[in-house]
């Protein structure tokens, strides 16, 4: 499972012209599931994106995380990040998890965030969306769950 953090000011998502998620100060998720992941790589994940620090404190540095600063996040299922352009130039999808696969781990993701007492808007699994957001920073995280960095 892999998983792209921006913080933000803001952010939305649309799909079929109507705005189906949106979030102001946090964290926008773009989350991508490899045909290989089990809930756990979501846990690890989960655990990886509350708890970082991005956010800065009265000093600027980074020291604070979405859950200290009350912030929410948006998560979009993207299985375009599992894009491989090593040959040719149209890029492979073959490491991404079917939607019969990724479909219930996406919902583990959004439900187990959710638990964690933090407001989730999402997007639209399997719709093309437009996303909007406000990049605060920039900061750009990317993060792999532990059975993609072996």
């Known amino acids: 499972m892999r998983v792209v953090i921006q913080r933000v000011s803001e952010a ?12 102001g100060t946090g964290l926008v998720v773009l989350l991508g599931v490899a045909a290989t992941d089990i809930e ?3 846990t690890y994940l989960i655990d990886k994106i509350v ?15 979405v859950e200290d600063v009350h912030g929410s ?14 040959k040719g130039r149209r890029p492979s999808f073959s490491d991404a998890a079917a939607p019969d696969k990724a479909l ?9 965030l959710r638990a964690r007492q933090i407001p ?3 997007g639209k699994f399997q719709a093309s969306m437009a996303v909007r957001l406000v990049n605060d920073g920039p900061v750009t995280i990317i993060i792999d769950s532990p059975t993609r960095t072996k």
């Open 12 to 23: 939305s998502v649309q799909a079929d012209d109507e705005q189906i998620g949106q979030i």
């Open 104 to 112: 219930p781990l996406y919902e583990y993701f959004v439900r187990t």
């Open 51 to 65: 708890g970082l620090r991005i956010f800065p404190d009265t000093e600027g540095k980074f020291d604070r995380s």
């Open 120 to 122: 989730v808007a999402t």
């Open 73 to 86: 996040i948006l998560v979009v299922s993207q299985f375009t990040l599992y894009g491989d352009c090593y």
């Open 40 to 42: 756990s790589d979501a």
